[in-house]
Structures are given as structure tokens and as C-alpha cells.
């Protein structure tokens, strides 16, 4: 339905009278305590923001609690001013639009249902704003119930429904409108973990279904990795990495988004050594030294990476026990049923392992019990210990 372009986007929140001549007189460590950046002119909640989607591609932003990825949702949805840039939809400028006549659907966090009206009323509410005939609006409200599976709450009032069918008449009023964005706020944060599930699953199907464009915000990464065609990681108002699930899950741009994605998270080793030997390339992680893949190496060389100290980052699932390798003592044991999440101590850091339970027939791994672990070279990552930045 349609493409939105977001060019050089900011939102700075100006100071409250007074607040500016306080900001000066503050000291440099209290101000050290703030994720986000303050200016003469405010807070900068959202910085130099650009993002070109596609016409019906879902978008995720996902991000720490504070990181402005709401801000951003909401300077698309016209609830917030845009301080400076451009907010394009369908090729038209939007920054000094009215919400309304936008052609977006918001659908928040808290449900925002009317409570004296029924499930059919309030669906029906913004197509009758529009004055559109009885007729189409009937049309309209029937086909997104049936859709998503509510035809049998229409006339019942919003405090008779669970939180999941809330959700579902939230989404449905505004799919009703067939806007050419979709906006999502969070929609799943109130829900228990099952029914996040169950409402992953019918956003997924709801998708292929009506043809607009999505863009999705939330802290879950778990919903970011399910949910995005791309997912926008951000941090204290900066875009961190665009990407594809996959890719932001196999190639981190930076030490920050490793960290962010995947769970449990990756496991990183501060003070590991990075060799090189001619076009050759080692890294030795507490105490074992590992060859790096002639892939690895040639990337390395072709950015002229000398030896140094590194960050070795490597995910919980490609950590492998066997008979050799680093020692460690295993300080707690997770049955997840198929796997078992092992929390390790090595050399005085923490580990964690995630070992299918295929692989520990006949032994028994408990807590306290001695183990040797490894992890082959071609799944690790090395960030520079300096900028944090993935060197592969």
C-alpha cells in the first residue's frame, strides 16, 4: 500500500524553564548516568534516524527500554513533532500532516477500547467518523472478525474479553480502516507468554492477509526475530544495524547488538589475543589458542588487522563439550527439556552452554561437575576491544 522513508529524522525534547541553567550546573558524572544525549536545546531522544521501507514489508524496531524506538513510531504516526528531517509516506511529505488524514492505524500497547461500546461498535467507530455507508462498514467489521477470529465476541463489551481477544478488537479496528501503515506499539507486552505466542503466530497469518505495510515496535527481540521482513536495532536514539533476522543474528555489527540478539545471550571473552602470522590469523581464549578459517583470515588481512587484544564473542548454542578443550566447572544446571542450558565458570568468567540432550546420552552432567568445553573458529566473532565494532 505504501513506502515510508524516514531522511535524517530527530526529535529533541526542549528543556522545561529552568531546566537548561540546572543542566550547566550539573556535574560531569551525573550526567554520565543519562543513556541519552542533552543538548543546549533539549534532549535528543531520536538521532539522525534513516530508514527506507518497502511497500508492504514489516518493519520491526527493537530496542532497550528508553532507546526511542517508540519516539520514532510515534513521529510516524504524527502524535509527536519531528525536530528536524523528512517523514515521507507513498512519496508525499508528512512532517506537517495532520494524524488523521495520514492514512495510518495505530494499534497500542494498552488495547484503547472504548468501554461502554461493544466489540462491533468500536470497530465500527472509525469508518463511521469517515461516514462511510452502513452497508461497507458491515462489510468491513464482519470480514476482520471473521478474519481474526472474533465474530462470536461482536456484541459483547471489552471487560468480557480476555487480554488476547482485547488485542484482537484492537487490531481489528484498525485493519478496518485498510490503512497503507500499520503502526504497532508494544501490542503483546501485556500478554501472559503463551498468548504472546498464540498472537505471534496470528500477526504472522493476519499479514499475508491484508496488504499494507508494518512497522512493529517492541522490546522482545524474540518477537523482532519471529516478526521482521528487517529488524532496526537501536540504542540511546541511534540506529545500531538494519538487517534481516538472519543477519543480524550471524554477522552483529557490533559488540551492543550481539549482545542484544539471540538468546541466551552470547558470551563474550575480554582479554583474548588476536595473532596474526603472515596472512594467517589465531585468537587464544582463556589459555586456548584457536585457529581462525582461511575465510576469517583473508577478511582480517583484507582490513589490515594486526595482532591485538580483542573481544571474543561466542553464542551459547555453538559452545560443545568434549574431552578436550577449556576446563570448567558447572555451577548450574537448566533442563529445557530437548536442551540443557549449562552456566559454566572458566578462568573467572562466566559461560553459558546450550547442549542438546541428544548429545549427553549415558552422561550425567550435574551441578559442580568438571567439563572441558570448545567452540569451532568459523561461528566466532571478534570485536575490537576500543570501538566495539565486529572486526569479521
Known sequence: MAEVQLKNIKKIYPHAPGEAKKKKKAEAGEEKKVNLQITDEGVVAVQAFNLDIADKEFIVLVGPSGCGKSTTLRMVAGLEEISDGELYIDGKLMNDVAPKDRDIAMVFQSYALYPHMTVRENMEFPLKLRKMPASEIKQRVDHAAETLGITQYLDRKPKALSGGQRQRVAIGRAIVREPKVLLMDEPLSNLDAKLRNQMRAEIIKLRQQINTTFIYVTHDQVEAMTLGDRIVIMRDGYIQQIGTPQEVFNHPKNLFVAGFIGTPQ???????KLTRDGDKYAVE????????????????????VQSKEVIVGARPVHVTLGDAGIDATVDVSEMMGSELHLHMSAGGQDIVAVVPTTELEGKTVTNGSKVKFTFPAKLLHLFDKDTEENLL
Open 285 to 304: 581464549v582463556l589459555g586456548q589458542k584457536i585457529a581462525l578459517t582461511d575465510e576469517q583470515s583473508a577478511a582480517l588481512a583484507a582490513k589490515g
Open 266 to 272: 552470547m558470551n563474550f571473552f575480554g582479554g583474548s
